[in-house]
């Protein structure tokens, strides 16, 4: 298994800034992903985070608005810049051990965002 | 298309009853594995159970069972005298052997009243 911390748990921000999301994980793992869950919604994913490399964004989601670090196998971040309401959501970091279809993926509990 | 289709948004039920949750997918792989998740309220994602899809076998978990039907793409989740615990949102995901992510549903909210 794969202990998930994810901070902050919430923030209330104010539109036009950013807000940086950290993940870390009590292992090394390959695969580390970032969802959105928009309320109601299902979870769509944002991006895969690559160690060492830029992130895999998926089509809707650009690096210029939601810029990913990975700087090791246990870490990384996603800023949600220039927000605006549309961007109120719960953001989810989820981990893959490695990078077979079939592996369960273990998640974090989530950071609950509101953009005023 | 919707890869993975839950098209019970909420479900109540009174505690002790049975409830099933469905769930309906689309691939064109042959080789892909379904997953069934529980959200509670606190907001983190608990595995639940996988199955591959050459594993049509039917599998019980104490009070959880799981009903996987390859000829109608359905994998049905259904809990056994549901108790107020179960109370949670529960997705169903498909991950395929040529892609790399998964594909959830849209959720179903269970709530068991006491």
């Known amino acids: 298994s794969a202990v998930i911390s994810q901070k902050p748990s919430r923030d209330i921000c104010q539109r036009g800034t950013s807000l940086t999301i950290q993940c870390q994980v009590d292992?090394?793992?390959?695969?580390m992903f970032w969802y959105r869950q928009q309320p109601g919604q299902s979870l769509t994913l944002i991006a895969t985070?690559?160690?060492?490399?830029?992130?895999?964004?998926e089509s809707g989601f650009v690096i210029d608005k939601f810029p990913i670090s990975r700087p090791n196998l246990t870490f990384s971040t996603l800023t949600v810049s220039n927000m605006s309401p549309e961007d109120s959501s719960i953001y989810l970091c989820?981990?893959?051990?490695?990078?077979?279809?079939?592996?369960?993926?273990?998640f974090g509990s989530g950071t609950q965002l509101s953009v005023l | 298309a919707q890869k993975v289709t839950q098209v019970q948004t909420e479900i109540s039920v009174v505690e002790k009853e049975d409830v099933t949750l469905d769930c309906v997918y689309e691939?064109?792989?042959?080789?892909?594995?379904l997953f069934w998740y529980k959200q509670p309220p606190s907001g983190e994602l608990v595995f639940l159970i996988r199955?591959?899809?050459?594993?049509?076998q039917n599998e019980i978990s104490g009070r959880y069972s799981w009903n996987f039907q390859k000829s109608t793409s359905s994998f049905n989740f259904t809990i056994t005298a549901s108790q107020v615990v179960d109370s949670a949102v529960y997705f169903c995901?498909?991950?395929?052997?040529?892609?790399?992510?998964?594909?959830f549903g849209t959720g179903t909210s269970l709530t068991v009243i006491p």
């Open positions: 989820s981990v893959g051990k490695n990078r077979d279809p079939g592996e369960k993926l273990f």
């Open positions: 292992s090394q793992v390959t695969m």
């Open positions: 985070a690559n160690q060492g490399s830029e992130a895999t964004y």
């Open positions: 691939t064109r792989d042959t080789t892909y594995y």
């Open positions: 199955r591959n899809s050459f594993d049509e």
């Open positions: 995901a498909l991950s395929e052997r040529t892609g790399n992510q998964f594909y």
